[in-house]
């Protein structure tokens, strides 16, 4: 069974960076694109970053220029490097396949909270 598990939030002030991990078990993470998702208090969940099993990012407009989404295939990790930080950028954060997220592959999230 496919565990996806968001390590590495945290209360940092705005300009501030933080990077997130998603460790995966499962050999899904191998043969599948990537992402990192956010769910703002009041909002709907939104993806924020994508990487390919090739390794092609993709970002959503508000974040391009300040995140870097990678992967290491060997240790079945995806990270989110986030730099410059806003408050809009306060969420919580989860990672999931990528285009399609899959209902049963969400986990608990990590909390990123940007002060002003």
């Known amino acids: 069974q496919v565990q996806l598990v968001e390590s590495g939030g945290g209360l940092v002030q705005a300009g501030g960076s933080l990077r997130l991990a998603c460790a995966a078990s499962?050999?899904?993470?191998?043969?599948?694109?990537m992402g990192w998702y956010r769910r703002a208090p009041g909002k709907q969940r939104e993806v924020v970053a994508g990487?390919?099993?090739?390794?092609?990012?993709n970002y959503t407009d508000s974040v391009k220029g300040r995140f870097i989404i990678s992967r290491d295939n060997v240790k079945n990790t995806v990270y989110l490097q986030m730099n410059s930080l806003k408050p809009e950028d306060t969420a919580v954060y989860y990672c999931?396949?990528?285009?399609?997220?899959?209902?049963?592959?969400w986990g608990q999230g990590t909390q990123v909270t940007v002060s002003s």
């Open positions: 999931n396949t990528n285009p399609v997220p899959l209902e049963a592959f």
């Open positions: 499962g050999r899904v993470f191998v043969i599948t694109g």
């Open positions: 990487i390919t099993r090739g390794g092609i990012t």
